[in-house]
Each structure stands twice: as structure tokens, then as C-alpha cells.
């Protein structure tokens, strides 16, 4: 019995020292990091070092709830990084529990990119230069649509045509040289060229990037004049989050949207929805006929992602419906009053698949696809104004619709070799098939194969060379090879340069090619001897950043050139019977420079850049050339003690010229007004920032069309001239949002 005794006592005085020891060695010290609005900070770099041994280190990464478990002991230094917040170093004493609250950028809230990087860059990091709107100003002006928001960004131009929506140039190179993209993947279904950045909604997007100048090596034909990426919302660092917001504009427009979020470790899903009702502008009165006209949208999405060791996977759908009302003007006899409305159906079906093989910890397999979907119909009712009855007529003239299926896939292999090198290849395939009343054989086909190369050099500390290798195959053109380069030079913490050199093409569209789309108000043809473009590019931008105790200073000029041969524009080939047709111009060049300022506080933000670009094209061996200048500011003000956000943007913009022809080439053109649009929106946030409240003004000079010389400027020619805006109106708006957090303290 003794010696059992004396046994249990030995192996209890064994236990305990074991729990001491392994206690001191494993002394758990806890951190947790937020945000300036209490909000927990994910995915931070966390470096540990012990003070007595300054070679060892430890690193970490924040888990979803911001929380950072360290093992130490003894006094350490702790270093803390992460993307979008100022990073921090402080000294930390075993057991000791911290709370860390990092400060935000204060150039920038979401201050990485995505858009032609090999991964999450920090934007002051990108070789490209790449410009960031972000949710807050998304949400802080109410901007509903890419379009709302899209209006105010230097060197971009917008005009609307009332059926078959916005038209878009950037540096004065029209909108089939703009690539739309939703989180890297491209968006069909154009009208005259253009993807209708009305039909494009923000209520799931987290920010938009915007490239400017081709990048073809990366995004194929339609991007010889820049892309415009939206990303979207995916997850949320709570485990439940929703937001959404209604909005009243007058006259008579009523928007709502909601978004709402769950986190399930390592899976998420996202739902979100809205509808958009416009009575149309102006104001429905007896000639009935509206130059906006009104319509009703829908649109949803819905989005599923997980992460594992090595495999993620994001899975997204989206659906879009529009139904437009085009009201005839009224005709009248003794017996009975009528009049010809146009109904116009819009869909689109987007279905997207992006996933990551890690294969090593510098090698991963990344490979994008997905499926877009774009109908478009119309339909032609007699309406008997006495009795309101509709009969449905039948015949070309009267009713025709057009469908659109575009399959896209891209598979990367990306190697990040050191800090000095890494690269990525890969091969794309892009198909589209499309068939309706408005093609000439009924249907159309168009395919194309690519081989893609990149990679990124740092010869030294201050330079990066990023070259780039396209090479096509086009089942109808014969597609050159794209080359492409940029460079970055960061010679000190202040002073960077940017140089960019590319070449850059685009095929003809089918409907370029193949449109037969005659009516009583349409007379348009494609042309089956349309030309590819081709076009060279080069820019050289300078940014210069000066931080002062409450300040930062940015400037940055830039200049750049583009000249694109064979460029495609829809232009009158017979103005007696108004017949449009798709040729070729013989040559156009942009040129032109940006000088941008920049002041941030913690409060304030305001900028203005004042652009100048000049417009040559040679039409029948005669050079035609116009400077077209541009002003921009932006005013950002956050009263945090009263929660009082004040938004301003302003933008003037100079004449540009249109094209017009009287055989099958270019052989003239107009010159459309220049025109100024100003937005005052104030927000107030209430309730801990979960309910937020906006007045605004929009287009506070009233602009609504622009005159031309020549009025054969539009497809749709209307004798008030080219649509801008649809005049001043007001608007009132509730925000909220709402979250939760199992792991809440």
C-alpha cells in the first residue's frame, strides 16, 4: 500500500510540472484585428519574432473572425500587414491579449486589383495602371447601373440611344473596342457595338476596375480600348450579412435591390435581386412618344463558392430582364385614333465557373468558363387610343427577335517563382453562335483559339518588365499576333513611372457582318467585306505621392497614342432613304494626355484631372482632325463625428466628332456639342452605420440632348438631336445593413 502511495504521488507531481512546462512553452497569446468601424480583419500577415533570437520567425494569418493565436514565451515583436490597411509593429508579453484596430489606406479603401494581375496586387503595386471604384462611392452616390456611375471617370464618353440603349467611347475610340467583363469573364450581346452599361447592375459588386488601352494579350478582340471589370461581392467575414436599399427618383423611378450573404467556414453563398421601374422622360403627355423611354427590369444572381487546401471553386448565375416600351405618336382620322407601340424584350442568362488548382506553394492551375445567354425581342401592337385594346401585328416590320449563346473558357498555368520571376500561359477558346430575324442567312457563327503568354521580371528592386505573346486562330480572319509590354519603374516611395506598349485587334462582330435589320424606323445592313482592325498602342504615365502629418498628395500626368487601322463605324450610305451600313475607316489615331491631382485626408478626398485628346482619321486620303478637352472633379467628404458622407462630381466634356458616309467608305462626319453633368448626393448613416439615408440632385445643369452638325448622327435620328441625360431630377434613397457574428466577443 506504501508503495502504491508513493506511487500515485510520483505521478501526480509528474503531471503537474508537465502541465506547467507545457504551459510555459505554449503560452497561448491571443490578438484580434479590426477595422475603424469594429469590423473583424481577415487573412492579415502576422510575422512574430522573439526579441532574444531576431533571426527566428513565426508567421500567421488572421481566421474569418480577425482572431491571431501565438505560442510564445517571451517578449516578441509582432508585425501586422494586410491589403487595404496600414500595417502596425508593436511588442507583446506572453498571455497577454490584445486588441489591434488598423487604420485604412487613406488614398484608397480598396486599394488591390485583379484585372490582368497573376493575383491580388495592391494597386499602387500593379505595373498596369489600373483605376478603382470602390462600394463605398458605389453606394455613397446611389448609382444603380455601371452606367450611373461610369458617366464621371476621366477620358470615358456616354450617349443613349432610346432603344437600343448606351453608347460608350473611351479616348474617343467607340464602345466595340471596350471589353465588359464580370469578374474576368466576358459579357455578350451588343447593340450597334455596344454593351448597354444600363443593363449592368451594382448591387452585387464590390468594386469596379477600369484598364484603359488594349489588352488583348490577356482579353482577346474588343479590348483595343481598354476593359472594364466588375467584380463582385462573394463572401462576408461575418457568418451572416445582408444589405440592400430603395430608391425614389423623380419623375417617377422607384429602385430596390438586396444582397444577402452566408459564411459557412469554407463554403459561402450569396443571393441577391432587385427591380428598376422608369415612367419614362419626359413626362407622358398627349404626343405620347418619350425620348427615355420607360421600361421595367429585374435581375438576380446567385453565388456559391468553397475553398479547400488546395482547391477553390466559385460557381455564379445570373438572370437580367428588361421590358421597354417604345410608344408610337398618335394618328388620327374621323373614324378612330391609333397609334404604333413597340414592346422590346431584354434577357440575359450569365452562368460562370472560376477555379484554382494549387498544385505547390509557386504553382497553381487556374481555369475560368462560362455560358452567356442574350435574347432580344420585339413585338409591334396597334393600340386603339379610345378603347386601350392592343392588336398584334405580324411581318418583318413589325416584329423580329435575335438570340446570342457566347462559350467562353480559359485554362492558366501560373508559375509565382521568386519575387524576381513568374509567369503564366495557357489557351482560350471563345464560340459564338447567333440566329434570328435580323441576320441575313438566319443564323451566324464565329469562333476563335488562343495561346496566351505572361510573365513578370524584377531585374532589381526598382523595375518590373512585364512582357505578354498572343497567338490566335479566327475561323473567319486571319488573326495577327499580339505582343505586348509594360513597365514599371518605382525610383523612390514617392516617384513611379508607367510605360505601356501593345498591339491590339478586333475581328467584325456577326451582327457587323451579317445584320439585315429593316423596318419602318430601321434601315441597317452589315457588310460581309468588312476588314479586321488593327491597332498599335503606347502610354507613359508618371505618379507622384507626397504624404505630409495629415495629407497626401498625388500627381499624375500621362500621355498616351493609339492608331487603329480599318476601324469599323456604322455610317449613312444613302441619306435620301437614311441606309446605314458597317465600313471601314482607312485610319484613326487618339492621342491625347491626362494631368490628375489628388488630395486625401482622412476625411476629405477631392481630385480633378483635366484631359486633351485629339481625334485623326483619314477619310479618302484627307486627314480630318479635332481636340476634344475634359474636365473632372470629384469631391468626397466624411463627417465622421455626424456620420454625414457629402459626395460631388462634376464633368465637362468638349466636342467629338461622328461619321457619316454617302458610298461604301467614310466620307465625312459631324461634330457633336460638348456638355457638363454635375451629381450632389449627402448620406448620413445612423444606427451604428446599419441604416444609411441620401438626398441628391443628378445632373444638376439640366443636359439632355446635344446638337450636331449634320443631324445623320444616330440610328434612331430623333430632330432634338444626341441623348446624354434625361434631365435634373431628384432623388431620396434608404440604405441598410445588417450582420452577425457567432464568434462575436
Request: net charge positive; aromatic share 10%.
Amino acid at each position: 500500500n506504501t508503495d502504491s502511495y508513493i506511487r500515485k504521488q510520483v505521478y501526480a507531481l509528474s503531471l503537474m510540472l508537465c502541465m506547467i512546462v507545457s504551459s510555459d512553452v505554449l503560452a497561448q497569446t491571443n490578438i484580434r484585428l479590426l477595422d475603424e468601424e469594429n469590423q473583424p480583419i481577415r487573412a492579415a500577415s502576422v510575422t512574430v519574432t522573439p526579441i532574444s533570437q531576431p533571426t527566428v520567425k513565426q508567421m500567421l494569418t488572421s481566421d474569418q473572425t480577425g482572431h491571431v493565436m501565438l505560442a510564445i514565451t517571451e517578449r516578441s515583436e509582432v508585425f501586422i500587414s494586410a491589403i487595404g490597411f496600414n500595417a502596425t509593429r508593436f511588442e507583446i508579453q506572453p498571455d497577454e491579449s490584445k486588441t489591434i484596430q488598423l487604420k485604412r489606406f487613406v488614398n484608397e479603401i480598396n486599394s488591390v486589383v485583379i484585372t490582368g494581375q497573376f493575383d491580388i496586387t495592391r494597386i499602387n503595386s500593379s505595373v498596369e495602371r489600373v483605376r478603382v471604384l470602390d462600394e463605398k462611392l458605389i453606394r455613397q452616390t446611389s448609382s444603380n447601373t455601371l452606367r450611373d456611375i461610369i458617366s464621371f471617370v476621366p477620358n470615358i464618353r456616354l450617349s443613349e440611344d432610346n432603344v437600343l440603349g448606351s453608347n460608350t467611347t473611351i479616348n474617343g475610340l467607340s464602345g466595340q473596342n471596350i471589353k465588359v467583363l464580370f469578374d474576368g469573364v466576358p459579357v455578350a450581346g451588343r447593340e450597334n457595338g455596344n454593351i448597354d452599361l444600363g443593363q449592368m447592375q451594382l448591387n452585387n459588386i464590390e468594386r469596379i476596375e477600369i484598364t484603359e488601352g488594349p489588352m488583348s494579350v490577356l482579353y482577346s478582340s474588343d479590348a483595343s480600348a481598354g476593359v472594364i471589370n466588375l467584380i463582385t461581392k462573394k463572401s462576408s467575414s461575418n457568418s451572416f450579412s445582408s444589405n440592400g436599399s430603395v430608391m425614389l427618383e423623380t419623375p417617377r423611378s422607384l429602385y430596390a435591390d438586396f444582397w444577402v450573404g452566408k459564411n459557412m467556414g469554407r463554403s459561402h453563398l450569396a443571393l441577391s435581386g432587385g427591380r428598376n421601374y422608369f415612367d419614362g422622360f419626359p413626362s407622358f403627355n398627349q404626343n405620347r412618344n418619350q425620348q427615355w423611354n420607360p421600361y421595367i427590369k429585374y435581375f438576380g444572381t446567385l453565388h456559391y463558392g468553397i475553398r479547400l487546401a488546395h482547391y477553390s471553386n466559385e460557381l455564379r448565375f445570373s438572370y437580367f430582364n428588361q421590358h421597354t416600351l417604345n410608344r408610337g405618336i398618335p394618328v388620327t382620322t374621323p373614324y378612330d385614333a391609333y397609334a404604333f407601340d413597340q414592346h422590346f424584350y431584354i434577357s440575359r442568362i450569365n452562368t460562370s465557373l472560376h477555379q484554382d488548382f494549387n498544385i505547390s506553394n509557386k504553382s497553381r492551375i487556374n481555369w475560368q468558363s462560362s455560358y452567356n445567354r442574350y435574347s432580344r425581342i420585339r413585338k409591334t401592337l396597334r393600340t386603339d387610343l379610345t378603347t386601350l385594346e392592343e392588336l398584334g401585328l405580324e411581318g418583318r416590320d413589325h416584329t423580329d427577335s435575335s438570340l446570342v449563346h457566347h462559350l467562353f473558357t480559359r485554362m492558366l498555368f501560373i508559375q509565382n517563382g521568386s519575387d524576381r520571376f513568374r509567369w503564366q500561359a495557357g489557351t482560350e477558346l471563345n464560340y459564338e453562335f447567333a440566329f434570328g430575324d435580323r441576320f441575313r442567312n438566319g443564323d451566324a457563327f464565329i469562333y476563335e483559339v488562343a495561346l496566351l503568354a505572361q510573365s513578370e521580371i524584377r531585374p532589381t528592386d526598382k523595375l518590373w518588365i512585364k512582357p505578354g505573346i498572343r497567338f490566335n486562330y479566327n475561323s473567319r480572319y486571319r488573326a495577327p499576333v499580339i505582343p505586348a509590354l509594360n513597365i514599371r519603374y518605382q525610383l523612390n516611395n514617392q516617384l513611379a513611372f508607367r510605360m505601356a506598349f501593345s498591339r491590339g485587334y478586333r475581328t467584325p462582330s456577326l451582327k457587323e457582318i451579317s445584320l439585315l435589320f429593316v423596318d419602318a424606323n430601321h434601315n441597317i445592313y452589315g457588310n460581309e467585306n468588312l476588314n479586321a482592325e488593327d491597332s498599335r498602342y503606347g502610354n507613359i504615365q508618371m505618379d507622384f505621392t507626397k504624404n505630409y502629418d495629415y495629407i497626401q498628395i498625388t500627381l499624375s500626368p500621362s500621355l498616351y497614342y493609339t492608331h487603329i487601322r480599318n476601324q469599323i463605324v456604322l455610317a449613312i450610305t444613302d441619306t435620301a432613304s437614311l441606309r446605314y451600313q458597317y465600313v471601314n475607316l482607312e485610319a484613326i489615331t487618339s492621342r491625347g494626355g491626362n494631368l490628375g491631382i489628388t488630395f486625401n485626408t482622412q476625411q476629405l478626398s477631392a481630385s480633378f484631372n483635366y484631359g486633351l485628346n485629339q481625334l485623326e482619321s483619314r477619310i479618302n486620303s484627307a486627314i480630318q482632325q479635332i481636340w476634344t478637352p475634359e474636365y473632372t472633379a470629384s469631391l468626397r467628404w466624411s463627417l465622421k463625428k455626424t456620420g454625414v458622407n457629402i459626395n460631388v462630381l462634376m464633368k465637362n466634356v468638349g466636342a467629338a466628332p461622328v461619321y457619316y458616309s454617302t458610298t461604301n467608305t467614310i466620307s465625312d462626319r459631324s461634330v457633336v456639342d460638348g456638355y457638363t453633368l454635375t451629381d450632389i448626393t449627402v448620406n448620413k448613416n445612423i444606427f451604428h452605420n446599419k441604416l444609411s439615408l441620401t438626398l441628391g440632385i443628378k445632373n444638376l445643369f439640366n443636359v439632355t440632348n446635344l446638337n450636331a452638325v449634320n443631324n445623320n448622327v444616330s440610328v434612331h435620328n430623333s430632330a432634338t438631336g444626341i441623348a446624354v441625360a434625361r434631365g435634373r431630377f431628384l432623388m431620396t434613397s434608404v440604405q441598410w445593413q445588417l450582420f452577425s457574428n457567432r464568434n462575436k466577443e
